[in-house]
């Protein structure tokens, strides 16, 4: 299945402050805030939902997210987290999250040869994994608490037990392609933001090309080479990609027949729908509905 998404910006870098007599930092953020932006550091970074679905970015992938949605990240791979909000609504507490960097494990390689058992862990997180076994996300999800709310050694504990069931887990996806690329700088951040965001709030409509470029204070011809120089697509496939990914959604957590859920999602038109669904999904909106409602079905009786 297709979910690439070539790269979308210049991604902002983001600064992570060491928190004192700690390698290991643990955050939690809401939603809105100021983190939730394209961007990229050089720390790997665990990242857990515990509130809100929406739109998760990472490299060129594009997907749904949930409450357990679990991720690992590693150094420098674009990523972001959008979350669908009503006006006016906020979630106090969207996701945890756990960063350490290449250097810690480095070093305690020298001293610890045990930790060589996550070296195949390490080396898939550069492209980011999402953990999809429901025992592995429960488990995490209680070690993060534990590393939120303990520091010294009982952190550094739970921290290993959570690294060694990532790497002993086996239901997973790897998210970005091989030949993603990360591009640094931040240059064309602050545009390139406002487009997805906008794209982001109306592709369920009829958007057009136009109507963004006006909304940036650009024109169409000049805004269509910078968006395709920067997220690697033209503006329609990008929007397209969004379109199928919630139509994803919908079709394996509703009820809604396929021709609702076609024009739900910002399709004008059933054939051209069904067109784009298998050119990115390799199957027909009905053979995914059925492929999900199996999986739900499993998921239940596990």
Request: aromatic content about 10%; charged content about 25%.
């Amino acid at each position: 299945m297709n979910n690439r998404l070539r790269p979308q910006a210049d991604p902002a870098y983001e600064l992570i402050d060491p928190q004192a007599h700690s390698s290991i930092l643990y955050r939690q953020h809401g939603f809105p805030h100021p983190l939730v932006r394209w961007h990229y550091h050089k720390e790997y970074e665990l990242h857990l939902i515990t509130h809100s679905s929406g739109k998760v970015f990472v490299g060129d992938y594009i997907g749904n997210f949930y409450p357990g949605n679990l991720i690992l990240t590693g150094p420098n791979l674009p990523h972001n987290w959008i979350s669908q909000a009503g006006p006016g609504e906020s979630f106090a507490q969207r996701d945890r999250v756990v960063t350490f960097t290449d250097e810690l494990l480095q070093s305690a390689r020298q001293v610890f040869p045990e930790i060589t058992a996550l070296d195949d862990l390490l080396q898939r997180a550069r492209v980011g994994i999402e953990f999809r076994g429901r025992e592995t996300i429960a488990q995490a999800r209680e070690l993060m608490r534990e590393i939120a709310e303990s520091d010294g050694l009982r952190r550094l504990g739970a921290f290993l037990r959570i690294m060694d069931l990532l790497a002993e887990a086996r239901d997973y996806q790897l998210l970005s392609s091989g030949q993603y690329l990360t591009v640094s700088g931040d240059k064309q951040q602050q545009r390139v933001n406002l487009a997805v965001n906008y794209i982001f709030d109306h592709y369920s409509g009829e958007l057009s090309l136009e109507e963004v470029a006006e909304h940036l204070g650009m024109q169409p011809t000049y805004f269509s080479k910078f968006f395709r120089q920067a997220t690697g697509r033209r503006f329609i496939e990008f929007v397209n990609s969004l379109r199928v990914t919630r139509a994803c959604d919908l079709l394996a957590h509703s009820d809604l027949p396929v021709t609702d859920i076609c024009f739900e999602v910002g399709f004008t038109n059933i054939s051209n729908f069904n067109r784009r669904f298998q050119a990115l999904k390799e199957m027909t909106p009905s053979d995914y509905r059925r492929l999900a409602s199996v999986a739900n079905e499993n998921d239940r009786t596990d």
